[in-house]
């Protein structure tokens, strides 16, 4: 039998143990709340530029994806396939022929078809690098607010460890030059320049 002072010790364990718990899960609920968030803005980005596509688009961008699904590859195949071999046979067995050598029909089904799926890629990638393109500014606006955070933080840390009396004030030159914000103009004009001295 366990003695009194013993079962209070378990039980205040216990219930350190369970506070612990809950406050594990409050925490994860919480990130699970800002992911949830995030993933909202990003579902909410990606409906409104669905809901400005227009019909018109809608229907090249879905003949395009049915033109390029591995079936329409091997269809092509069979098709030209069988007209070749019908036309080059079609003397010897006395049926008539609908495109005799060169081919010159087919020769024009295949480029007019060419001319149209290239015209419906070309359409559906348009809309698509538009939407890559916004996407691509907003990761330059929160690569740009997160080295405003970082900045501010390492001043604070800075300003903290000169507060502190246990901790030595030698100046380093790293934390000094992270403290200075980073200016997005002087950044691309010296990629542009090391750009060019390397080509």
């Known amino acids: ?49 669905e809901q ?14 049915f033109i390029g699904r591995p079936c329409i590859f091997y269809s092509i195949l069979i098709f030209v396939l069988l007209w070749v071999m019908y036309n080059a046979l079609a003397p010897r067995f ?5 495109d005799a050598p060169p081919f010159y029909w087919l020769q024009g089904i295949v480029g007019f078809s060419a001319l149209l799926v290239a015209t419906a890629v070309l359409i559906t990638q348009n809309r698509q690098g538009r939407f890559a393109e916004e996407r691509r500014h907003l990761d330059l606006q929160v690569s ?3 080295e405003q955070k970082v900045t501010t933080l ?25 403290k200075e914000p980073v200016d997005p103009k002087l950044v691309l004009h010296s990629l542009k320049e090391t750009t060019q001295s390397s080509l």
Not at 52 to 65: C, D, L, N
Not at 94 to 98: A, C, K, S, T, Y
Not at 154 to 178: C, F, G, W, Y
Request: hydrophobic share 35%; aromatic share 2%; no cysteine.
């Open 52 to 65: 400005e596509i227009s019909q018109h688009q809608r229907a090249i961008e879905r003949i395009t994806a």
């Open 94 to 98: 006395g049926l008539p022929l609908v």
């Open 154 to 178: 390492i001043k604070l840390m800075d300003e903290l460890r000169r507060d502190l009396p246990s901790v030595q004030h030698d100046t380093n030159p790293q934390v000094e030059a992270l």
């Open 1 to 49: 039998m366990l003695d009194q002072p013993q079962k209070q010790k378990d039980r205040l364990l216990h219930l350190e143990q369970q506070a612990e718990g809950e406050q594990e899960q409050q925490e994860k609920a919480h990130l699970l709340d800002y992911v949830d968030e995030n993933v909202e803005s990003i579902i909410n980005l990606k409906l409104r530029h």
């Open 144 to 146: 740009l607010l997160i």
